[in-house]
């Protein structure tokens, strides 16, 4: 395996096979870290054979969905093995992504003081500056809605456009903060649609588009498109945002089950965001279930005491019928307006 990966210049190697039986067809597939032989990932893809193109075309979004996150493990885990003084751009990108990823503010510092290094050895990399964008986004809506947070998410998820209209994962990671902090859902939508025709299995843009197009108040399309991308990506380190936009969503649907499943599912997929309480709070006091509503709520003010969700609100710009509903639920459990 080291002698092909050498040969071929990788430092991974996909590997598969093909099995069939009747009118089913088995693909197995491995990733392998060539230098060492050692598999990171592998999977296998059961299906009927009915319509062999449109079966290629699942497997192939299927296996794209689920390698991207085990390969990016596998870079990051590689980087953490370097010498700081041995990081260019990329690795400074790939040591951060952990912290961007976790939405915590202490660790969106740490990760931004790597990203601005990495600005520094390469001012046009469209993921540096898509990952300063996620970071002040979470610093301005976790951190007191301070306006320069604000103005900075912007103006980097711009260049982020800028210097990468190819990078599909750049341009999703701009939108979310063009939609969310720049209130332009227009514009981020045209984004994430140019992310997805770039690659169709981009988890991440129909994720974070579910969250856009949720706090903008469609319903049914936030579900649909939070539900494709968790298909793709089901361990996505960004799937409490897609069970975010499912909960809200559901909420503004009346379905006040299907809400509480889809916050329970947030929380558990990332217990320390303060924002997953929220829904979660809202969703369990719709559905009458009061006192854990209120430990929701709790937990909340634990995560963020500055929090206040008519500010919120403000900060992601809520559709109006949204911001009714879930204000209602979140006056009810005593966290303040």
Same mark, same amino acid.
């Given at each position: 395996?080291?002698?092909?990966?050498?040969?071929?210049?990788?430092?991974?190697?996909?590997?598969?096979?093909?099995?069939?039986?009747?009118?089913?067809?088995?693909?197995?597939?491995?990733?392998?870290?060539?230098?060492? &032989?050692?598999?990171?990932?592998? +999977?296998?893809?059961?299906?009927?054979? *009915?319509?062999? =193109?449109?079966?290629?075309?699942?497997?192939?979004?299927?296996?794209? &969905?689920?390698?991207?996150?085990?390969?990016?493990?596998? !870079?990051?885990?590689?980087?953490?093995?370097?010498?700081?003084?041995?990081?260019?751009?990329?690795?400074?990108?790939?040591?951060?992504?952990? *912290?961007?990823?976790?939405?915590?503010? *202490?660790?969106?510092?740490?990760?931004?003081?790597?990203? #601005?290094?990495?600005?520094?050895?390469?001012?046009?990399?469209?993921?540096?500056?898509?990952?300063?964008?996620?970071?002040?986004?979470?610093? =301005?809506?976790?951190?007191?809605?301070?306006?320069?947070?604000?103005?900075?998410?912007?103006?980097?998820?711009? #260049?982020?456009?800028?210097?990468?209209?190819?990078?599909?994962?750049?341009?999703?990671?701009?939108? =979310?903060?063009?939609?969310?902090?720049?209130? *332009?859902?227009?514009?981020?939508?045209?984004?994430? +649609?140019?992310?997805?025709?770039?690659?169709?299995?981009?988890?991440?843009?129909?994720?974070?588009?579910?969250?856009?197009? &949720?706090?903008?108040? +469609?319903?049914?399309?936030?579900?649909?498109?939070?539900?494709? /991308?968790?298909?793709?990506?089901?361990?996505?380190?960004?799937?409490?945002?897609?069970?975010?936009?499912?909960?809200?969503?559901?909420?503004?649907?009346?379905? =006040? +089950?299907?809400?509480?499943?889809?916050?329970?599912?947030?929380?558990?997929?990332?217990?320390?965001?303060?924002?997953?309480?929220?829904?979660?709070?809202?969703?369990?006091?719709?559905?009458?279930?009061?006192?854990?509503?209120?430990?929701?709520?709790?937990?909340?003010? !634990?995560?963020?005491?500055?929090?206040?969700?008519?500010?919120?609100?403000?900060?992601?710009?809520?559709?109006?019928?949204?911001?009714?509903?879930? /204000?209602?639920?979140?006056?009810?459990? /005593?966290?303040?307006?």
């Amino acid at each position: 395996m080291s002698e092909a990966g050498r040969r071929l210049g990788v430092r991974y190697v996909l590997l598969g096979s093909i099995q069939r039986a009747v009118d089913r067809l088995r693909v197995s597939v491995q990733l392998v870290e060539a230098a060492t &032989g050692t598999q990171l990932w592998a +999977e296998w893809f059961d299906r009927r054979v *009915d319509h062999i =193109f449109a079966l290629q075309d699942e497997i192939a979004l299927s296996l794209l &969905g689920a390698l991207v996150p085990g390969l990016q493990r596998a !870079e990051i885990a590689r980087v953490h093995r370097k010498g700081p003084e041995s990081l260019d751009a990329y690795d400074l990108v790939l040591l951060s992504r952990r *912290d961007v990823d976790s939405g915590m503010p *202490d660790r969106v510092r740490r990760a931004l003081a790597a990203l #601005e290094r990495a600005v520094l050895l390469e001012p046009s990399y469209a993921m540096a500056h898509a990952n300063m964008a996620m970071c002040h986004h979470c610093l =301005f809506l976790r951190g007191g809605l301070k306006e320069e947070r604000r103005a900075a998410s912007i103006q980097h998820a711009r #260049e982020a456009m800028h210097h990468g209209p190819d990078d599909a994962t750049a341009l999703a990671l701009a939108a =979310f903060s063009i939609g969310v902090d720049g209130h *332009d859902r227009g514009r981020a939508l045209a984004a994430f +649609e140019t992310a997805l025709t770039l690659s169709p299995s981009c988890a991440i843009a129909l994720i974070l588009g579910s969250v856009v197009l &949720g706090w903008g108040g +469609e319903a049914a399309r936030a579900i649909e498109w939070s539900e494709r /991308g968790l298909r793709l990506s089901p361990f996505d380190p960004w799937a409490f945002a897609g069970y975010d936009a499912q909960a809200m969503s559901h909420l503004l649907l009346g379905d =006040f +089950e299907e809400a509480s499943q889809a916050a329970y599912r947030s929380v558990q997929a990332n217990p320390s965001h303060s924002i997953t309480y929220v829904q979660l709070a809202a969703a369990l006091a719709k559905f009458g279930k009061m006192s854990e509503a209120r430990a929701a709520a709790a937990r909340v003010l !634990e995560l963020q005491p500055g929090f206040r969700y008519g500010l919120q609100f403000t900060g992601v710009n809520c559709a109006p019928k949204l911001a009714q509903v879930l /204000g209602e639920a979140l006056g009810c459990v /005593g966290l303040p307006a």
